[in-house]
């Protein structure tokens, strides 16, 4: 059974700094790029960073330059370090795993966890 467990999340000033934690089970987990999303009340989910197998990144330009997506194959976990928060970075922050084996494509997604920035 595939599990993505994500913690780190809590309430933080403007300006400060969270880092999140997406413990993955049930997979191969260098074969999965893994990423990040994020769900603010009354929008869409949206991505937030990846990082490949091998480390290739990718980043929404909101958070280029403030946010760090990294990875521990050996750990089986993904982090996502942020940093100079922004009241408009508060949302429901969601780990996905994504990854094709054998031509078959295998999405798996984290149940959530909540940042909130606030003064």
């Known amino acids: 059974q595939v599990q993505l467990a994500e913690s780190g999340g809590g309430l933080v000033q403007p300006g400060g700094s969270l880092r999140l934690s997406c413990a993955a089970s049930?997979?191969?987990?260098?074969?999965?790029?893994m990423g990040w999303y994020r769900q603010a009340p009354g929008k869409q989910r949206e991505l937030v960073a990846t990082i490949a197998g091998g480390g290739a990144t990718n980043y929404a330009d909101s958070v280029k330059g403030r946010f760090t997506i990294s990875r521990d194959n050996a750990k089986n976990t993904a982090y996502l370090q942020m940093n100079s928060l922004k009241p408009e970075d508060t949302a429901v922050y969601y780990c996905?795993?994504?990854?094709?084996?054998?031509?078959?494509?295998?999405?798996?997604w984290g149940q959530g966890t909540q940042v909130t920035v606030s003064s």
């Open positions: 996905h795993a994504e990854g094709r084996i054998v031509g078959n494509q295998y999405k798996y």
């Open positions: 049930g997979i191969i987990f260098d074969w999965y790029t």
